[in-house]
C-alpha cells in the first residue's frame, strides 16, 4: 500500500496501467488480427495501409503488430483511429465486438489530419444553442 506520511493509502502498489481481467495490455488485438484475416491482408500490407492512412505518421513494425493482436502491447486511441481506418470498422467494433463491421461503407475519420482551410468560404461556427451561424465574409 502506498503511504502518504501517517496515513496509509487505500491504495494498492500496482501497475499504473490498466489491463484487462486477462492481464493483457489490450483488448483489441483479438479482433485486429480476426479483421484482418478476414479482409485477406498480410500484416506487411496492414502495416503500409497504415502509413498511408496516417500519411506516414505511425508505421509500426512487424513485431508492433504482432504484440498488438497478441495484447502484448498497448494501444493509444489515435492508433485506434488509424487501425480501424484500415481495417474499414469501427473503433467500437474492435473495443467491444457489438457494432458489426462496415466493409468500407462508411470512412473511419483520422482525427489527426489538418484541418481543411476554408478560401474563402463561409466561415460556420456553432452558436451555444446547438444552431449554426454563418459568418458573412
Do not use: H, Y
Request: hydrophobic content about 35%; overall charge positive; some cysteine.
Amino acid at each position: 500500500m502506498v503511504s502518504n506520511g501517517s496515513q496509509p493509502s487505500i491504495m494498492p502498489d500496482r501497475d499504473p496501467r490498466l489491463r484487462a481481467p486477462n492481464g493483457a495490455l489490450n483488448i483489441i488485438g483479438p479482433r485486429v488480427k480476426e479483421r484482418r484475416i478476414a479482409l485477406k491482408m498480410r500484416q506487411n500490407t496492414f502495416i503500409q495501409e497504415i502509413a498511408i492512412a496516417t500519411k506516414g505518421r505511425w508505421a509500426p513494425s512487424r513485431v508492433d503488430v504482432t504484440r498488438i493482436e497478441q495484447a502484448f502491447r498497448s494501444v493509444t486511441d489515435s492508433e485506434l483511429v488509424a487501425i480501424a481506418a484500415v481495417l474499414r470498422c469501427e473503433p467500437n467494433w474492435l473495443l467491444i465486438g457489438d457494432v458489426p463491421a462496415l466493409d468500407g461503407l462508411r470512412k473511419t475519420v483520422i482525427a489527426w489530419q489538418e484541418p481543411q482551410t476554408t478560401d474563402g468560404e463561409d466561415e460556420k461556427r456553432e452558436s451555444g444553442n446547438g444552431s449554426k451561424v454563418v459568418s458573412p465574409d
